[in-house]
């Protein structure tokens, strides 16, 4: 049997939407999952114009994009655990809002200082740190409100929806920031990111159901001390068997994910001589395989059970990323796309169950907490990741360095399957299946 949580799930004040088309009949949805449409596709193509900034505008070396990258996620360590206990003392919306509308300006420097002449990989990295920090906050807030918005009976479509929406600008983003890069250049194309996280903002405003106040905890008659709460969310979470085992598996899939995405760019640009829209053709595949892992999630997870799919997922998906490593210019460069589409379609099927699982095992009060936390530990290795892909890459080479991060994602399913917390047939009643 699984360690039952130390604090069961609230139920639902919501049952579950049984339209066909479920929560997106919700006007207040709808605006979070246009929101969220505009805010992805800001993001997506900040994945591809951001290294290609360094890499073509500036002539950054593999270590100089390996610490881009690094500064770019280095905001859930410098404030992951911290923003857990603040988000959880405020209403979630206004957070979201303001850290948008702060993204779009800290991205919109980066064409104005190249148009001035000022712009260097310094720059680069002050915007990379800035705009990571503002993003551990807007996550940590997303993850809470959503649960405060469609109930925690709809949590898994609630999810599976966005997912695919996001999926959708997945395949979208790349598309449109390949050919934009190669005509305006990689530094203007970050003007459509920073108008996406602008517009984002904006229509998360116009979301109208009133958002209570967090109720304090059981400490009320004491004054609320940030240690104290980090603390608390970092026990909850660590305690949990299946909350710990989730986060050990992130934290090794993340720590190779981005030693591999590190080098992907630079292999795609140097060695197979792909240009802005070839690049962008390529990652549009790992769209692909994201939206058809966001249409199949919630039909997964209810015939699996959450449990098995957070433990299948890396072992059938995370292999054929090595088809990168053995691609040469023609028909193995297709497949490797493929590869690079199944990673996508398990990601996301995964993160759906595990978003819905973590949401489903956390009370209210400490769902920023949990979210922070999570994040905190799964996301700390990505900065090391960034370094340790651009230190590979410059002593071993790109090619090897795939190597390294395909092996290291397909074992980041060993915490999952060895935890205590999934014995057999635990799957469903976890899940609620």
């Known amino acids: 049997m699984p360690t039952p949580s130390p604090h069961p799930p609230i139920p639902s004040p919501h049952p579950p939407t049984p339209s066909r088309l479920g929560l997106l009949r919700d006007p207040d949805f709808g605006r979070l999952s246009a929101a969220t449409a505009l805010g992805q596709l800001g993001d997506r193509v900040i994945f591809l114009a951001l290294p290609l900034v360094a890499i073509v505008a500036l002539r950054a070396d593999e270590f100089q994009v390996g610490l881009l990258t690094a500064a770019t996620t280095a905001g859930s360590l410098l404030v992951g655990l911290p923003a857990g206990a603040w988000v959880d003392r405020m209403r979630k919306r206004p957070v979201m809002i303001s850290t948008d509308l702060a993204r779009a300006l800290v991205l919109a420097t980066v064409p104005t200082a190249w148009w001035a002449g000022l712009l260097t990989i310094w720059w680069l990295y002050a915007v990379a740190l800035t705009h990571g920090v503002l993003t551990v906050f807007f996550d940590v807030a997303y993850v809470s409100y959503l649960p405060h918005l469609v109930g925690r009976g709809n949590l898994v479509e609630g999810n599976a929806k966005l997912s695919a929406i996001r999926s959708v600008t997945s395949i979208s983003g790349p598309g449109v920031a390949g050919p934009l890069v190669g005509w305006a250049g990689a530094p203007a194309t970050l003007l459509v990111s920073s108008a996406g996280m602008a517009l984002s903002g904006l229509l998360a405003l116009g979301i109208r159901k009133p958002e209570?106040?967090?109720?304090?905890?059981?400490?009320?008659?004491?004054?609320?001390?940030?240690?104290?709460?980090?603390?608390?969310?970092?026990?909850f979470v660590v305690?949990?068997?299946a909350l710990r085992a989730i986060v050990m598996g992130d934290a090794m899939f993340n720590l190779f994910l981005v030693m591999y995405q590190t080098m992907l760019l630079v292999f795609l640009e140097r060695d197979m001589g792909l240009g802005s829209f070839g690049i962008g053709v390529v990652l549009s595949g790992m769209g692909c395989g994201a939206l058809l892992g966001a249409l199949t999630a919630t039909r997964l997870s209810h015939r699996l059970g959450q449990a098995r799919v957070i433990r299948l997922a890396p072992l059938i998906t995370c292999p054929p990323t090595a088809l990168m490593a053995l691609a040469r210019p023609g028909w193995t460069l297709c497949a490797a796309a493929l590869g690079l589409a199944a990673l996508s379609l398990g990601g996301v099927v995964r993160v759906v169950a595990q978003a819905s699982l973590q949401q489903t095992l956390t009370p209210d009060r400490l769902l920023g907490r949990m979210s922070a936390t999570a994040r905190f530990v799964s996301w700390g290795g990505i900065p090391l990741g960034g370094l340790l892909g651009g230190a590979a890459g410059t002593v071993f080479g790109a090619t090897a360095t795939l190597w390294i991060g395909a092996a290291g994602m397909t074992a980041s399913a060993l915490p999952n399957l060895l935890s205590a917390a999934w014995p057999e047939g635990a799957a469903g009643r976890i899940s609620g299946t």
Do not use: M, T, V, Y
């Open 212 to 235: 209570q106040k967090p109720e304090p905890g059981p400490e009320a008659g004491s004054r609320p001390q940030l240690a104290r709460d980090i603390r608390e969310g970092l026990r």
């Open 239 to 241: 305690g949990h068997p």
